[in-house]
DNA sequence: CTCCATACTTACAAAAAGGTGGGTACCTGA
DNA sequence: TCAGGTACCCACCTTTTTGTAAGTATGGAG
């Protein structure tokens, strides 16, 4: 995400949910913060590393909340923040889409 | 756009209309259908390879019809299916919540 | 001590996406 | 002929995103 202005509001809203894995983390934090480890294997195929580098970035961008719990073992908990949940709730009808149109998305020809 | 098996909807979704273009093209063609030459101009800051580029893809993807008209001079003009409407109508709560949101995402921290 | 749990960091590589520059095609008019 | 209009194509390069591998930290149990 390097964009500084925008040309709508459609354009700063992909901005934000850009990349492979970002609306996949938003949709797991939708019912209920999770721990790093229930995270990582909520988001299927995810690897340590990238879900890191979202998290960091998510956090970032204000979406999500990162409370550090000091026990034993670590614990470290994330939640959406109220501009992560309005996010999540504007996606709604874009998922929607997605899935009743999944037979044709996959369908799709890619080289 | 590689993926062939999604998690749910909105990871198909946000495929679709990843990238850093593929969004405002589809606005830009949300009222009427439009030339080559009206595309670049009212799709800000994109060059004519781009507008290609990502004009073919969204033709493959079916979000894009495109009409030959024999002519000179000559002129193509580019569509959008149905398919590509329903999802613009999809797009919009997305599009609102941006511009809702504006000045908090053009706020966020970048290097 | 090692191994286990959880949650990270870093260096580097590979893949994907976006961009620049040069050119093509067709036709018309000066 | 060249210059203009429209709409592309191709080769190559740069930037960004994603991924692999190796490692760290804290503490507890065997």
């Not at 309005?86 to 890619?110: Q, V």
Request: proline share 5%; hydrophobic share 40%.
């Amino acid at each position: 995400m390097k964009k500084r202005s925008y040309n709508c509001g459609l354009d700063a809203a992909v901005d934000v949910v850009g990349g492979k894995w970002k609306a996949l983390i938003l949709w797991a934090l939708h019912h209920e913060p999770l721990r790093f480890g229930e995270l990582r294997r909520t988001v299927s195929g995810i690897s340590e590393k990238m879900l890191i580098q979202q998290l960091r970035e998510m956090e970032t961008y204000g979406l999500v909340h990162r409370e550090v719990y000091h026990q034993v073992p670590p614990k470290v908990e994330y939640s959406l923040t109220e501009f992560g949940q309005s996010l999540n709730t504007a996606l709604i009808p874009l998922g929607d889409w997605g899935e009743r149109h999944m037979e044709t998305i996959e369908a799709i020809p890619r080289d």
